[in-house]
């Protein structure tokens, strides 16, 4: 005691504030109250703690190491402390744990989200996804369609996996847009494979492709498969994969009757009716599959490839934690497959068959006019002909009439504004259906 009243005041540990007691020295009641400010932020609910040693440091139980054994030492201490009344682990959780695991994610998600928009470059890797799944890059597989497309339009074999891989790579290496991908065999191609109905191992595609010909749902069996670098992979998984090629082969359908349409037109013009009895009507018949392919394909490119991308980036720049992020993205996946008609709805399905019949009647011309340019003199052979043109422009109209009708219904205009814009586009100059509802162009009407 005398030393601690007369001992000099600088000897720091050594001086006693009277005020707390003999048994505390100035540090020693520092140390004790960040102890208690320490549990205080633990333990922010009130909670009955079981009685434990008195002169225990808070350090012997939370010790601060990095390989701290933390979680076993607070296991080992609950399961071996005594009380009156026993504490449900549900209490334990809730009025104890939550609200530490809760602020650890939120920490760490923060982390992982600084990451992934900046050091890990996930809109970069969305940025390449939608340069190839959704035809963004004008050039990376225009070598690669085109070659398809012909091969397709000749009737020639085209099921070879390493033949068109070998063409892929040569596409990506002669486009400006190479530099896109990380690696040269970050894009691959091949061909699905189908199960038969009795319990085969499977059969190839080339069966497959004999069974379906070279119509519109050819391209059906093409599977690209893009090589995402982790942890990004955890975001954009096999699935997310599964639904962008879903996207990517009805866009390539709407490309294939673009292609051949453009070729039709090229013939038909060099012919000047030489080929054709009626030459007017077949430009009559191409021109209105001309209009609906580009309407459509400029729909699509304005709903699917840039407002669904600016959508996209805004709600990416608005997220605060992984989870948002992951939402984004699956949101953003669930609106290009409604733009495309490509989800699994009856709605989707019953407007993208229609869509589907209209591309398949663009290929059906085009072998028509491809038959009269190729020598289709016999009287025959231009009466048949003539009766193709005939149940491609009638069938063509049922299919219009009947879309405009879904379309431009009230009810799903309410809740999906893009069907609108794609009315507006089909039915440009209204040249199908009047302000009022009522149809013009009804099939049979016009003279043939």
Not at 150 to 157: A, E, F, I, T, V
Request: proline content about 2%; some cysteine; hydrophobic content about 40%.
């Amino acid at each position: 005691m005398r030393r601690a009243i007369f001992a000099d005041g600088h000897s720091a540990g050594t001086s006693t504030d009277y005020k707390f007691g003999f048994q505390f020295d100035d540090l020693e009641h520092v140390r004790q109250e960040d102890d208690r400010r320490t549990l205080e932020d633990l333990y922010a609910f009130p909670t009955l703690l079981p009685c434990a040693k008195e002169n225990a440091l808070l350090s012997e139980i939370l010790p601060m190491q990095k390989d701290s054994t933390l979680a076993s030492r607070v296991l080992k201490f609950i399961q071996n402390m005594s009380m009156k009344d026993p504490l449900q682990p549900v209490g334990i959780i809730q009025e104890c744990l939550s609200k530490c695991i809760k602020r650890q994610v939120d920490l760490i998600g923060n982390q992982i989200l600084c990451k992934l928009m900046g050091e890990w470059r996930l809109m970069d890797e969305l940025f390449v996804l939608r340069a190839i799944y959704l035809l963004g890059s004008g050039d990376m597989l225009q070598q690669f369609l085109i070659t398809i497309f012909d091969k397709l339009d000749r009737g020639n074999s085209w099921d070879d996996d390493f033949e068109l891989n070998n063409l892929l790579q040569e596409s990506i290496r002669n486009s400006a847009d190479k530099m896109l991908l990380t690696a040269p065999d970050s894009l691959v191609v091949s061909l699905a494979k189908y199960d038969t109905h009795n319990g085969e191992e499977g059969i190839s595609t080339s069966k497959k492709g004999r069974a379906l010909g070279f119509g519109i749902d050819a391209l059906d069996m093409l599977n690209f498969t893009y090589k995402v670098s982790w942890p990004l992979d955890l975001i954009i998984n096999t699935e997310a994969l599964k639904k962008y090629n879903q996207v990517m082969g009805f866009l390539l359908k709407v490309k294939r009757a673009k292609f051949v349409l453009d070729e039709t037109r090229k013939w038909m013009w060099k012919a000047r009716g030489r080929t054709a009895h009626n030459f007017k009507q077949h430009l009559i018949v191409a021109q209105k599959l001309l209009h609906f392919v580009d309407a459509f394909h400029q729909y699509v490119m304005d709903r699917v490839y840039h407002s669904a991308w600016t959508e996209l980036c805004d709600g990416m720049t608005a997220a605060t934690t992984l989870d948002e992020v992951m939402e984004v993205h699956e949101a953003y996946l669930s609106s290009i497959q409604r733009q495309c008609f490509v989800a699994s709805d009856k709605l989707w399905a019953l407007i993208a068959s229609r869509v589907k019949t209209i591309l398949g009647l663009a290929l059906d011309f085009h072998n028509v006019e491809q038959t009269l340019s190729t020598g289709g003199t016999a009287s025959a052979v231009r009466t048949r002909c003539e009766m193709e043109i005939d149940r491609i422009e009638k069938q063509f109209d049922e299919c219009v009439i009947f879309l405009l009708r879904i379309l431009s219904f009230k009810l799903n205009v309410g809740h999906f504004p893009h069907l609108a814009d794609l009315v507006t586009r089909i039915n440009y100059n209204h040249y199908f259906m009047s302000d009022s509802g009522s149809f013009s162009a009804i099939p049979g009407s016009r003279p043939r």
